[in-house]
């Protein structure tokens, strides 16, 4: 818009110039056609040639003739000069002449230096509303969001966590009854393309309330303040809406932990976040809005916004599994014509694919079957898009690598889950899966330990074990050589197990009931001793892992496999395992 308002502005600027110039070009002393000396004047007025004199008090006077020329020459100031025109048959007029033609250039100049400044103001506005207002980030809010739950396939724990927002959101007088204080802040996390957005929006769609997307970057801005700024008319906004929910994708670009080296242009981001947390705590629980932040990661943010009171609820929206997968596919299929789709195939094949990516395939098989003409998406559409989103070649090598690298991460987390089942039964496994989380590298095993306030020595070298158990299972089905790196995060926690157990706890034989801490400041302390004893520790307990996982080496095997079928393991399918222990 300001774009074609300078456009314009050409026109004004033009027309001064061109007044400007002619005013010059007529007011010069070598524009003299229009002067006449007084003799002249009295040679016309004797031969009858003229029609009107505009007698003024000015040192000149107009003189008109009959012809229509127009000239001027000096004012006699004579009393009788009226007179004696009147008597020649001559008008006389006192007012001055009023020379539309010689006007018109004044007249263009003033309009056009008029048109200029009211231009250039209203520009200079706009522009400073960008860069100083909030105005600009236009912010109105979605409402009757036609989203809901149904929208999203699998994620069913993330759908189960935000179930009592939606309820709060619908009545929250019901919740402040009772003093519930349900969470302002929710943040979701996960890799892109999960549902996150997708989840906020049934969340608005649930409860029927207005939807506000704004995206973290918005509100970096080069200039202080103005991201807080937007914060808080977003707020102000929002609030006026009663209820509502405030989607902010991205909330790392405003809330990223800060660095203590580089302090270069956080001046502002730090107001954006400050500005973020206060408004967020400037509303009461009993207002119905509801802030929820997305993020791929939850590490990179500061403490600040994680603490209870800000967004203090964090929901992982995690890549489908297959049976996620098929459920997603289903979705995106059912308002489109297909014939004969292997579904089930179509969800082994897209391990590790994305919400988005799957929606992204099945849209491009879509597209292909309308420029083939063809009545439904096939399987072979189906192919090809396959192909396209995953770019070509590469495809083949990236497959195979795929499936290797599955089947390690089943076997690593069968290794840990096993070993778990049979040293510590009691400890219930609730979800073990190979799809790769924000958590952890490949895969997880999730185990609920029981809840005692002190732990027994013997407790702890189980748990050294169950860790140990996905290195050990590995080494048992690829060989001492094909070990991998996926057994990092586990050592580091055995190590820093083992370690306490011996220096602080007073575990171990080396330092017996001494605490390390506490001798510090001896010089000879022997610490090859300690590193020794560690050592000898985390062998031991690894042969032991070793030797109970090849025992049960036949279910090592089935559950793996039925983990790489399934891609998510749940208590329930663990159950036949534990009890023929
Ligand atoms: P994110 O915000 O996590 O990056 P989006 O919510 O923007 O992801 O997801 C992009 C699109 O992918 C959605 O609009 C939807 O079409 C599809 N999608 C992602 N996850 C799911 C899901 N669980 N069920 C159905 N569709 C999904
Ligand atoms: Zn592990």
Redesign the pocket.
């Known amino acids: 818009m300001n774009k074609r308002k300078n456009k314009f502005i050409i026109i004004p600027i033009l027309v001064a110039i061109l007044s400007l110039a002619s005013l010059i070009y007529f007011k010069s002393p070598f524009n003299t056609s229009n002067e006449k000396l007084y003799i002249d004047f009295i040679k016309d007025l004797s031969n009858n040639r003229i029609e009107k004199v505009y007698d003024t008090n000015s040192p000149t006077i107009k003189v008109k003739l009959k012809d229509g020329t127009i000239y001027s020459t000096d004012n006699p100031r004579n009393i009788d000069f009226k007179e004696n025109l009147l008597k020649s048959g001559v008008k006389v007029s006192e007012s001055s002449l009023v020379d539309v033609k010689s006007l018109i250039p004044s007249l263009g100049l003033l309009t056009s230096i008029a048109l200029i400044s009211v231009m250039l103001l209203k520009s200079s506005k706009t522009t400073s509303k960008g860069l100083f207002s909030m105005s600009s980030l236009d912010v109105s809010p979605t409402e009757n969001v036609n989203y809901s739950f149904k929208?999203?396939?699998?994620?069913e724990e993330a759908k189960e966590s935000v179930k009592d927002v939606v309820d709060f959101l619908k009545n929250p007088e019901k919740y402040n009854k009772y003093g519930a204080r349900i969470p302002k802040g929710i943040i979701?996390y996960?890799?892109?393309?999960?549902?996150?957005?997708?989840?906020a929006k049934a969340i608005a769609g649930e409860a029927d309330v207005p939807f506000f997307a704004v995206s973290g970057s918005d509100f970096v801005q080069v200039y202080v303040g103005v991201g807080a700024g937007r914060i808080r008319n977003l707020f102000k906004k929002a609030k006026s809406y009663g209820k509502a929910v405030i989607f902010i994708?991205e909330i790392d670009a405003i809330g990223k932990k800060r660095s203590n080296s580089g302090t270069g242009g956080s001046d502002e981001r730090d107001q954006t976040l400050n500005a973020l947390l206060t408004a967020m705590s400037g509303f009461n629980e009993d207002h119905g809005i509801v802030v929820i932040a997305?993020t791929n990661r939850l590490d990179i943010l500061d403490n600040a916004l994680l603490r209870p009171g800000r967004f203090d609820r964090h929901i992982e929206?995690s890549l489908?599994d297959v049976s996620?997968r098929k459920?997603?596919m289903e979705?995106?299929l059912d308002n489109k014509p297909h014939n004969n789709i292997n579904i089930t195939e179509w969800a082994q094949k897209t391990a590790y694919f994305?919400?988005?990516k799957?929606?992204n395939l099945i849209n491009e098989a879509a597209i292909l079957a309308c420029k083939n003409n063809s009545p439904q998406i096939t399987d072979g559409h189906l192919d090809k898009a396959f192909s396209i989103v995953l770019a070509g070649h590469e495809k083949i090598n990236r497959d195979f690598i795929k499936d290797k690298d599955k089947k390690i991460t089943a076997y690593h987390e069968i290794g840990h889950a096993l070993t778990s089942l049979k040293v510590l039964p009691e400890e219930k496994i609730s979800k073990i899966t190979i799809i790769p989380s924000t958590k952890g590298a490949g895969g997880y095993t999730l185990s609920i330990p029981e809840d005692t306030m002190y732990q027994s020595k013997d407790y702890l070298y189980k748990r050294i074990m169950v860790l140990l158990g996905g290195r050990a299972a590995e080494e048992i089905i690829f060989g001492q050589d094909h070990i991998t790196t996926g057994a990092y995060n586990d050592l580091q926690k055995c190590s820093h197990m083992i370690f306490n157990i011996i220096t602080k706890y007073g575990m171990g034989e080396t330092l017996g009931l001494l605490s390390l801490d506490e001798l510090s400041s001896l010089k000879d302390l022997n610490q090859k001793d300690i590193l020794l004893e560690c050592k000898n520790i985390i062998d031991s307990l690894y042969n032991k892992t070793k030797i109970l996982l090849l025992e049960n080496k036949e279910s090592l095997h089935q559950l793996s496999n039925l983990l790489l079928e399934k891609e998510t393991l749940y208590y329930e399918d663990l159950l036949q395992f534990t009890v023929d222990n």
């Open positions: 929208d999203m396939a699998g994620n979701l996960g890799d892109p393309g999960t549902g996150k957005t997708l989840l994708d997305a929206v489908p996620a459920k997603i979705l995106h994305s919400g988005a799957i929606e």
